[in-house]
């Protein structure tokens, strides 16, 4: 029987006909089965032309309103779709496709057939969230994390291979540093501090006397913010030591796109 989605759950349909009363769509994660959105349901007040709203080809994010398992007959509506929700499931769909890219091409490098790649998507989806989040992990952590999973070595060698070309999302926060000293060697004692703390994935730039950038780049806002205070907060105790003086300012943190 044909999976049918749930009331409640938001799903990503397309667009195939447009009406005075309303819009058919076909359901893209569900096989193409056959929704309905009528027009109540497709904005807030009164629409004068439905086709400002929705266009034929067009990929709607949707709610599931009511599921008529007999006739197979599902109500959807646009309006009820908060911007949250609607962000989730693009993300979501946006790394679904991304995990299939990705499992494509361990399947060309390892030679694996369409049953053994729907077999590793449902290995790798037992062990984490999607394929995309377990070539993401891969990335992040070693192929060793999915050593449970006892994969063929070819196939580990083709993710291994796969997962290192991945751009992993990242965040980066930043400040501003004013830092002076006043003791004779105090250009030398400044340098040696920064020099310290600039490791891994901590970058100093010096913008002008006594002016220097310090940013931290993470996996997410979290870790960044946690590494970022016990390191400022050392470089002001040490510039206090050595009799200087110490001003932090934050600046707008950034975060780079998934690809």
């Known amino acids: 029987m044909q999976e049918l989605p749930e009331p409640g759950e938001v799903v990503l349909a397309t667009v195939t006909r447009v009406m005075d009363h309303g819009a058919y769509v076909s359901l893209d994660e569900f096989g193409d089965i056959p929704g309905f959105l009528h027009i109540s349901e497709i904005a807030p007040g009164w629409i004068r032309s439905i086709s400002r709203f929705v266009k034929t080809g067009e990929k709607k994010v949707l709610l599931v309103k009511r599921v008529n398992e007999k006739r197979a007959d599902i109500d959807l509506s646009l309006k ?9 499931k693009l993300l979501e769909v946006k790394r679904y496709e991304k995990g299939r890219t990705l499992l494509g091409s361990v399947a060309d490098k390892a030679g694996l057939s369409d049953g053994d790649v729907d077999e590793l ?3 790798l989806c037992s062990k ?3 394929a995309y989040d377990a070539f993401s992990q891969i990335a992040r952590g070693g192929i060793s994390l999915v050593s449970a999973l006892k994969l063929p070595k070819k196939t580990l060698s083709a993710m291994e291979e796969v997962s290192s070309k991945i751009r992993l999302p990242s965040v980066e926060i930043r400040g501003i540093m004013e830092i002076t000293n006043s003791r004779p060697d105090g250009v030398e004692v400044i340098r040696d501090t920064l020099s310290a703390a600039a490791e891994g994935n901590v970058k100093i ?11 931290i780049t993470a996996p997410d806002f979290k870790t960044a913010e946690k590494e970022l205070k016990p390191l400022v907060e050392g470089i002001q105790r040490s510039a206090e030591k050595n009799r200087g ?12 796109r998934e690809e």
């Open 245 to 256: 003086t110490f001003k932090f300012t934050r600046e707008e943190s950034k975060k780079t």
């Open 121 to 123: 998507e449902e290995a």
């Open 128 to 130: 984490f969230d999607s």
């Open 205 to 215: 730039t010096y913008l002008g006397a006594p002016t220097y950038r310090i940013s």
């Open 80 to 88: 009820q779709v908060s911007i949250d929700q609607k962000k989730r």
